[in-house]
């Protein structure tokens, strides 16, 4: 089943600035279409809460959510779809698990691992990272413009289709050089979330991508 995935995906994270809800309210106000709920600092109640509050205003919005990992939570709130960050998750079992309506992704910092992502039957990929980032810090290569033109161009090889989204430490000014790459699209949060006025560099980013 193909599912509809934004090119602008935006990631909430644990800031001091707003809460996973401001931080959703403030961006689809802006126009968000793709919100990924990342959060994994609180309890099952606490997730619910945040989460239920999410998809009330992504429904008001008509935006798409998407939770990062908690996959046992699918089926208690609206949720669309679920981000995989294990590298290791067998794809194949999850999918048997959520079932064919449900959007799911996963993450991947070698080609190797997007070409797994495709043949497990993900839905998209964040690769990554791109550049330094504080937001998910791991201790895979920094990917850079050549890591993502030299990626695309084998899975392009492969006939490999497959939603590739540059992740990590992107800047409005590296919008346009990794889209070049033939990527699919960007997922951000800190660049976004943590710039003096949300809304603003969420249109900004849009801007560029679209």
Known sequence: MKKFIEKLQFITHDIH??????QAQIA?????????????????D???????????????WGATLIVTDHVHLNGKADIQGFHIEDFDA????????????????GSATTLQGLIRLAAEGAD????????????KPN???LLGVEGYQNAMTELKKLSIDLPVLAVGGV?????????NTGIFGI??????????????????FYDQIM
């Open 28 to 44: 689809c106000s802006a126009g968000a279409k793709w919100i990924q709920y990342r959060c994994l600092t609180k309890n099952d």
């Open 17 to 22: 600035q707003h809460s996973h809800i401001e």
């Open 187 to 204: 997922a951000v949060s800190a660049a976004i979330n943590q710039a003096e006025d949300m809304a603003t560099a969420y249109l900004d």
């Open 124 to 135: 998209y990929a964040g690769f990554g990272p791109f550049y330094t980032t504080t937001t």
């Open 139 to 141: 201790n895979a290569p």
């Open 46 to 60: 606490e997730l619910l809460v945040d989460i239920n509050a999410i998809a009330e205003i992504c429904d008001d």
């Open 171 to 179: 800047t409005l000014n590296d919008i346009d050089p990794l889209m």
């Open 90 to 105: 067998d794809f194949v079992k999850l999918r048997e698990q959520l079932g064919e309506a449900v959007t799911i992704g």
